[in-house]
């Protein structure tokens, strides 16, 4: 038995077994994103436990992000004042007392008080999982570590959906909060016994930097708070998010300032951003965001409005997607010692940009047959571009600034996922009225087709029961009901082919990347 601890930990205790080092981080990082979305299918259920209306439920979706994004943000600093191995272990079990409480909540504060603090766990444990896979792995494997990074961050908003529909539907909504408990606990058990703290990290902090948490925690909530709820009180028309825009805006500038030019010890170092390769990086990840969540939304809300699938089979749909990008996933880290990164992205854009276009395409009566392929195909891309830019980026990042790196780095990808959100249902809503009202024209007395359908319909109508005064409008409104179905499908390709642009147009930044030395290149210099 000692001898069996002995090869779990490693060699000696600073060089553990990487790949016991690799499960125990991602169990916290898979487990911290996926909480993101798996609580999304499971609102309508709470509606009527806590006898909340649909804008108010979701709050407890908001509350988790916002608590969850000012963690992340702060995750460099945190680790400085206590090291990352604790912090890493209190986050853990703050999240996994939240979820605890959380299925028990009897009321709609509770639940709120109980998401936030799910989320102030949860949030740390994504960038100190990177940080620690980047420096577990050697630099020959870094594109393996962050393919498996990416397994947890990627896929776990894909299995989010599914596994929150089915344990909902035979469980009920609170198992969605205690499937958590187990896999928590034995990810902290794992923590404790094969991490541990390099030496190189910064240690402890002379002064709290606490305007800086203040305007942060402020900044960030303001920002999430107008991005989701933005759509549903429209936007600049809304004195309330045109003020609120304002005063976020003055804030998140104030915070800046003050982070680089007065506090001596900043909770966020922005200095990191005068490295140009991790800056581009940053760029390019807050558009995939605005891409990969944004395809994660209309998605599940195309099946679910327009083909009518139930929660659970509209989960099922995006399952393709998630298959294909475990599948490439580790295929892409070995590529990443043999060809140019450049390259990878690239043809990763390449692939995903065409998998819209195929989107694009769809119609009313598309089936699984039709959507299931095309996911399947932007699965495998995707990860040509995840695992690529995510290794790039950081790969001229000192070990001492990895976590403040890596958390800014995830930072910019989850509010480039609010702003796709956010971005994708506003468009949605404005592609449909505008077709709509296009469509409307052609409806009229001198359409053949449009007069022959609506004769139709109102035969129909009265022939079940209705008089003819019924009748007549009963069938305008039917006919108006098929030219908004239409008018919404037009608005998701429109969508498609948007999102289709912004990848082809991430092309040239690709390529403003310097070339990355190949791995037998790699070894030549070392020699």
Same mark, same amino acid.
């Given at each position: ?271 990191? %951003?005068?490295?140009? /390769?991790?800056?581009? =990086?940053?760029?390019?990840?807050? +558009? *995939?965001?605005?891409? $990969?969540?944004?395809? &994660? ?111 800014? %780095?995830?930072?910019? /990808?989850?509010?480039? =996922?609010?702003?796709?959100?956010? +971005? *994708?249902?506003?468009? $949605?809503?404005?592609? &449909? ?95």
């Amino acid at each position: 038995m000692a001898f069996f601890l002995k090869w779990l930990r490693g060699k000696k205790d600073h060089n553990p077994n990487k790949w016991l080092v690799c499960a125990a981080v991602m169990v916290g990082a898979f487990m911290s994103v996926m909480d993101v979305s798996i609580v999304n299918v499971a609102l309508p259920h709470m509606m009527g436990s806590f006898g909340q209306n649909l804008s108010a439920i979701t709050w407890i979706a908001t509350a988790y992000s916002i608590a969850a994004v000012i963690m992340v943000t702060m995750a460099g600093w945190w680790t400085a004042l206590l090291g990352r191995k604790k912090l890493y272990l209190i986050s853990f079990a703050i999240f996994t007392v939240g979820s605890i409480l959380a299925g028990t909540a009897h009321t709609f504060p509770e639940m709120i008080l109980y998401r936030v603090l799910q989320g102030i766990g949860g949030g740390s444990l994504i960038p100190i999982s990177q940080a620690i896979l980047r420096e577990t792995f050697p630099k020959k494997e870094q594109g393996m570590a962050m393919a498996i990074f990416s397994m947890g961050v990627v896929v776990a908003p894909a299995i989010g959906p599914v596994a929150g529909g089915w344990l909902t539907d035979h469980y009920g909504w609170p198992w969605i909060f205690y499937i958590n408990i187990p896999f928590s606990i034995l990810g902290m058990i794992m923590v404790f016994l094969f991490v541990h703290d390099p030496a190189y990290l910064k240690r402890g902090i002379k002064s709290i930097d606490t305007m800086g948490i203040l305007l942060l925690s402020l900044g960030l909530t303001g920002l999430q708070t107008i991005l989701q709820r933005g759509q549903e009180m429209s936007w600049f028309g809304s004195p309330l998010i045109l003020w609120g825009t304002v005063v976020t805006v003055l804030i998140l500038a104030g915070m800046v300032y003050w982070e680089l030019f007065i506090s001596k010890e900043p909770v966020v170092d922005f200095h990191i %951003f005068k490295n140009p /390769q991790f800056s581009m =990086g940053v760029v390019i990840i807050l +558009l *995939m965001g605005i891409a $990969l969540y944004g395809t &994660t939304f209309i998605l599940p809300q195309f099946t679910q409005r327009l083909l009518n699938y139930p929660a659970f089979q509209a989960g099922l749909v995006l399952m393709p997607r998630a298959l294909a990008l475990l599948c490439v996933l580790p295929i892409v880290g070995r590529l990443y010692n043999l060809v140019d990164s450049r390259g990878l992205m690239v043809f990763g854009m390449l692939v995903v940009a065409f998998s819209y276009f195929q989107l694009g395409h769809l119609a009313t009566t598309a089936g699984q047959d039709n959507i299931m392929p095309i996911l399947f195909i932007m699965g495998a891309g995707m990860p040509f571009v995840f695992v690529t830019l995510s290794t790039v980026s950081l790969s001229t990042i000192s070990r001492e600034n990895m976590t403040s790196a890596a958390g800014l %780095f995830n930072l910019f /990808q989850q509010v480039g =996922g609010n702003i796709g959100y956010a +971005l *994708m249902a506003t468009l $949605l809503e404005r592609y &449909t009225q505008i077709h709509h009202a296009f469509l409307a024209t052609h409806i009229n007395a001198w359409h053949v087709q449009a007069v022959t359908m609506y004769r139709q319909a109102v035969g129909l109508l009265h022939a079940h029961g209705l008089s003819m005064g019924q009748s007549y409008p009963a069938s305008l409104a039917l006919i108006n009901g098929l030219v908004t179905k239409q008018a919404e499908m037009i608005a998701y390709n429109d969508i498609s082919f948007l999102l289709m642009f912004m990848f082809l147009a991430l092309i040239p930044v690709a390529l403003l990347f310097p070339v990355q030395k190949t791995a037998a290149e790699v070894h030549i210099t070392e020699m």
